[in-house]
C-alpha cells in the first residue's frame, strides 16, 4: 500500500457530490453520501474486511487481528456541508482505510515471522452525520454509538422537507441492524480547520481539548399582514425581529476579549416568505464556542436578555431553546504522549492544540481513550470550497495515523485490566 495509491483514492471519492469551485456537497443520507458509503464499502469488501451498519447508520469494516478482543477504531466521516470542502472528515476516513490497511499487512506480516499477536482488534468507521447540516444536532451517529444521544429520537429527526432520518437512511439503503463492537480506542485524523499548523510550519496537531458549545434553536413569532396596506405601527414584523437577533448574536462577542468567543447564526427559515406578506415566523439557528464554558453562558444569557427587549420592542414572542450543548472534552494525556512520540519517531514536527470545530472524537473520548491528529489547513478555512491541505501533509497524516493505530493495537492506551497475555499470532492463524 503506497502514499500515491491514498493520494488516487482520496482524489477519486473528491469528485464524489463534486461542485463547480473544488468542493463537494454530500449532506447526510443524500445520493451522493451514498455513493460514498459505496466507496467504502468495495474498499473493504476487497480486502476481505467484515462490514456492518448500525441502528443510525455508522458504517463499519472489522479487521479480526485477535479474535474475541476489543476494537481500536480509526475513522471519521464522510458528509460534508452543503458546498462544503471536500478535506473535512473525509480525509481521516480514507486516511483511516490505508492506516488499517498498512497494521493489517504489517500485523500478518509480523505472524509470518512468528510475532506476538496484537491485543486488540482493528476497525475503521464513517460516522454518520456529522455535519449536522440537513440533521441537526451535528455529530449525531458517533453520539448514537457513544450513547450520549437516543436512538430513537435521532432517527426521528426530520430535515428542512420534512424527511426523517429513519426515511433518509431507508431510502439510500443504510439503515442498518448490525452489532456495535466493543471499542479498545479510537483515533481521529482531521484538517485542522484553523491557521495554527500552517502558520508555524508544523505536520501534526495534537489535539488536547475540544471548545464549549452550544446552539440557541430561536424561533420569533410576528404576524403576517400585508406589506402593502399595513400601517407600520400596526406591524408584528418577525423578520425584522430576527434581523436584530442576529445583530445581537454577533455582536455579544464585542463583550470579550477578541477571538475568545465565536458565535453567528448559520441557518434560517421565513414564513411565508412572500414579497408582499410580512412575516409572520423566522426560524434561527445560532452557534456559541469558546474554550471557557462561562463566557458562553454569559453570552447565551446576554443574548436572551437582548432578546426580551427586541420582543417588547416589536409586538413579538420569541422562544429560544438551548441544544447540542457540548462539554470541553480533554483528551487523555497518555495518548497526547503517544502522539508526540510517534510524530518524533517519524521525525514530524508536532505540537498539542485545542479544537474549536466539533468532531466525532468529542463522542468517542466520552466513552473509550481516544487520540485526535490534525494536519494543516491551507488558510484555515473550512466548510467552503476553498477548504484545502497539501498532499504531502496528508501522506505525513496518514504515516501518523498507522504508526499510532499500530501502537494500540498493541495495547498502547490499554487499562492494565485489558492487559491480555502476550500470545504468537499464529495461534490464531
Ligand atoms: O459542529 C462542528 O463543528 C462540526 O463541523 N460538525
Ligand atoms: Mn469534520
Ligand atoms: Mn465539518
Given at each position: 500500500?503506497?502514499?500515491?495509491?491514498?493520494?488516487?483514492?482520496?482524489?477519486?471519492?473528491?469528485?464524489?457530490?463534486?461542485?463547480?469551485?473544488?468542493?463537494?456537497?454530500?449532506?447526510?443520507?443524500?445520493?451522493?453520501?451514498?455513493?460514498?458509503?459505496?466507496?467504502?464499502?468495495?474498499?473493504?469488501?476487497?480486502?476481505?474486511?467484515?462490514?456492518?451498519?448500525?441502528?443510525?447508520?455508522n458504517?463499519?469494516?472489522?479487521?479480526?487481528?485477535?479474535?474475541?478482543?476489543?476494537?481500536?477504531?480509526l475513522?471519521?466521516?464522510?458528509?460534508?456541508?452543503?458546498?462544503?470542502?471536500?478535506?473535512?472528515?473525509a480525509?481521516?476516513?480514507?486516511?483511516?482505510?490505508h492506516?488499517?490497511?498498512?497494521?493489517?499487512?504489517?500485523?500478518?506480516?509480523?505472524?509470518?515471522?512468528?510475532?506476538?499477536?496484537?491485543?486488540?482488534?482493528l476497525?475503521?468507521?464513517?460516522?454518520?452525520?456529522?455535519?449536522?447540516?440537513?440533521?441537526?444536532?451535528?455529530?449525531?451517529?458517533?453520539?448514537?454509538?457513544?450513547?450520549?444521544?437516543?436512538?430513537?429520537?435521532?432517527?426521528?429527526?426530520r430535515?428542512?422537507?420534512?424527511?426523517?432520518?429513519?426515511?433518509?437512511?431507508?431510502?439510500?439503503?443504510y439503515?442498518?441492524?448490525?452489532?456495535?463492537?466493543?471499542?479498545?480506542?479510537?483515533?481521529?485524523?482531521?484538517?485542522?480547520?484553523?491557521?495554527?499548523?500552517e502558520?508555524?510550519?508544523?505536520?501534526?496537531?495534537?489535539?488536547?481539548?475540544?471548545?464549549?458549545?452550544?446552539?440557541?434553536?430561536?424561533?420569533?413569532?410576528?404576524?403576517?399582514s400585508?406589506?402593502?396596506?399595513?400601517?407600520?405601527?400596526?406591524?408584528?414584523?418577525?423578520?425584522?425581529?430576527?434581523?436584530?437577533?442576529?445583530?445581537r448574536?454577533?455582536?455579544?462577542?464585542?463583550?470579550?476579549?477578541?477571538?475568545?468567543?465565536?458565535?453567528?447564526?448559520?441557518?434560517?427559515?421565513?414564513?411565508?416568505?412572500?414579497p408582499i406578506?410580512?412575516?409572520r415566523?423566522?426560524?434561527?439557528?445560532?452557534?456559541?464556542?469558546?474554550?471557557?464554558?462561562?463566557?458562553?453562558?454569559?453570552?447565551?444569557?446576554?443574548?436572551l436578555?437582548?432578546?426580551?427587549?427586541?420582543?417588547?420592542?416589536?409586538?413579538l414572542?420569541?422562544?429560544?431553546?438551548?441544544?447540542d450543548?457540548?462539554?470541553?472534552?480533554?483528551?487523555?494525556?497518555?495518548?497526547?504522549?503517544?502522539?508526540?512520540?510517534?510524530?518524533?519517531?517519524?521525525g514530524?514536527?508536532?505540537?498539542?492544540?485545542?479544537?474549536?470545530?466539533g468532531?466525532?472524537?468529542?463522542?468517542?473520548?466520552r466513552?473509550?481513550?481516544?487520540?485526535?491528529?490534525?494536519?494543516?489547513s491551507?488558510?484555515?478555512?473550512?466548510?467552503c470550497?476553498?477548504e484545502?491541505?497539501?498532499?504531502?501533509?496528508?501522506?505525513a497524516?496518514?504515516?501518523?495515523?498507522?504508526?499510532?493505530?499500530?501502537?494500540?493495537v498493541?495495547?498502547?492506551?490499554?487499562?492494565?485490566?485489558?492487559?491480555?497475555d502476550?500470545?504468537?499470532?499464529?495461534?490464531?492463524?
Amino acid at each position: 500500500m503506497t502514499t500515491d495509491t491514498f493520494l488516487t483514492d482520496f482524489h477519486e471519492v473528491a469528485q464524489i457530490g463534486a461542485t463547480p469551485n473544488n468542493g463537494v456537497d454530500r449532506q447526510a443520507a443524500t445520493a451522493e453520501d451514498r455513493e460514498t458509503r459505496e466507496w467504502f464499502r468495495a474498499f473493504a469488501k476487497e480486502r476481505g474486511w467484515e462490514l456492518r451498519v448500525d441502528g443510525i447508520g455508522n458504517q463499519l469494516a472489522l479487521i479480526e487481528l485477535r479474535p474475541g478482543s476489543p476494537y481500536v477504531l480509526l475513522g471519521s466521516h464522510l458528509d460534508s456541508q452543503p458546498l462544503g470542502g471536500r478535506f473535512d472528515g473525509a480525509y481521516g476516513v480514507i486516511a483511516g482505510l490505508h492506516a488499517a490497511d498498512r497494521i493489517a499487512r504489517r500485523v500478518a506480516a509480523d505472524a509470518a515471522e512468528g510475532g506476538a499477536a496484537p491485543q486488540f482488534n482493528l476497525a475503521v468507521v464513517n460516522w454518520f452525520n456529522e455535519e449536522g447540516g440537513r440533521f441537526a444536532p451535528s455529530i449525531m451517529g458517533s453520539s448514537v454509538f457513544a450513547g450520549l444521544m437516543n436512538e430513537d429520537e435521532m432517527l426521528d429527526v426530520r430535515d428542512l422537507r420534512g424527511v426523517s432520518v429513519r426515511e433518509a437512511l431507508g431510502e439510500i439503503g443504510y439503515l442498518g441492524t448490525d452489532e456495535r463492537p466493543e471499542i479498545a480506542a479510537y483515533a481521529e485524523i482531521h484538517i485542522e480547520q484553523g491557521r495554527i499548523l500552517e502558520r508555524e510550519g508544523i505536520a501534526i496537531g495534537a489535539v488536547d481539548r475540544s471548545w464549549y458549545t452550544q446552539k440557541l434553536d430561536i424561533e420569533v413569532l410576528g404576524e403576517q399582514s400585508h406589506t402593502g396596506a399595513t400601517l407600520m405601527s400596526d406591524r408584528h414584523d418577525a423578520l425584522l425581529g430576527a434581523a436584530k437577533v442576529i445583530q445581537r448574536v454577533h455582536e455579544v462577542t464585542d463583550l470579550f476579549e477578541p477571538e475568545t468567543l465565536v458565535s453567528s447564526v448559520g441557518q434560517m427559515t421565513l414564513e411565508p416568505n412572500s414579497p408582499i406578506v410580512v412575516a409572520r415566523r423566522v426560524h434561527l439557528v445560532a452557534d456559541l464556542r469558546a474554550d471557557d464554558r462561562e463566557v458562553v453562558l454569559r453570552a447565551r444569557d446576554q443574548i436572551l436578555a437582548d432578546i426580551r427587549e427586541i420582543e417588547a420592542e416589536h409586538g413579538l414572542v420569541i422562544n429560544a431553546r438551548d441544544f447540542d450543548v457540548r462539554d470541553n472534552q480533554h483528551y487523555p494525556e497518555q495518548g497526547l504522549e503517544l502522539a508526540d512520540q510517534v510524530a518524533l519517531d517519524l521525525g514530524l514536527g508536532s505540537r498539542r492544540i485545542r479544537t474549536m470545530a466539533g468532531h466525532d472524537s468529542v463522542a468517542m473520548n466520552r466513552i473509550a481513550p481516544t487520540v485526535m491528529l490534525f494536519i494543516p489547513s491551507v488558510d484555515g478555512v473550512s466548510h467552503c470550497e476553498r477548504e484545502f491541505s497539501r498532499d504531502e501533509d496528508m501522506v505525513a497524516g496518514v504515516e501518523m495515523l498507522a504508526e499510532v493505530g499500530w501502537r494500540l493495537v498493541h495495547g498502547a492506551l490499554a487499562s492494565d485490566a485489558d492487559a491480555a497475555d502476550p500470545v504468537p499470532a499464529h495461534a490464531f492463524a
